[in-house]
């Protein structure tokens, strides 16, 4: 089992930044992939940055050079720094992690980019 807990979500105006945290409740190198998807309201939920053992980053393309996704292993966190906020990047934010062909979700944390 793998519990993750999310944190950093909240309100912001478009330009701004953000830093979701994950922690995990194992080690994270004994996790394949690690990361972070969105679901906005009425929309599939959608990756947004993941690393894969090794260390391999991948993004969506709608927030490539705005979002950096990291980890520190010995914390067992994962970080995604979000900057340049759009209206569009409004959504509930999830920490997501496969671990031995098993996926975990976490509960979630609502970012909301708006005037």
């Not at 979002?67 to 010995?74: E, G, P, Q, T, V």
């Not at 970080?79 to 340049?84: A, K």
């Amino acid at each position: 089992q793998v519990q993750l807990t999310e944190s950093g979500g909240g309100l912001v105006q478009p330009g701004g930044s953000l830093r979701l945290s994950c922690v995990a409740s194992v080690i994270i190198e004994s996790i394949d992939t690690v990361g972070w998807y969105r679901q906005a309201p009425g929309k599939q939920r959608e990756l947004v940055a993941t690393i894969t053992r090794p260390s391999i980053n991948n993004y969506a393309d709608s927030v490539k050079g705005r979002f950096a996704i990291s980890r520190d292993n010995a914390k067992a966190t994962v970080w995604l720094q979000m900057n340049s906020l759009k209206s569009e990047d409004t959504a509930v934010y999830y920490c997501y992690a496969r671990r031995r062909s098993r996926p975990y979700w976490g509960q979630g944390t609502q970012v909301t980019v708006s005037s």
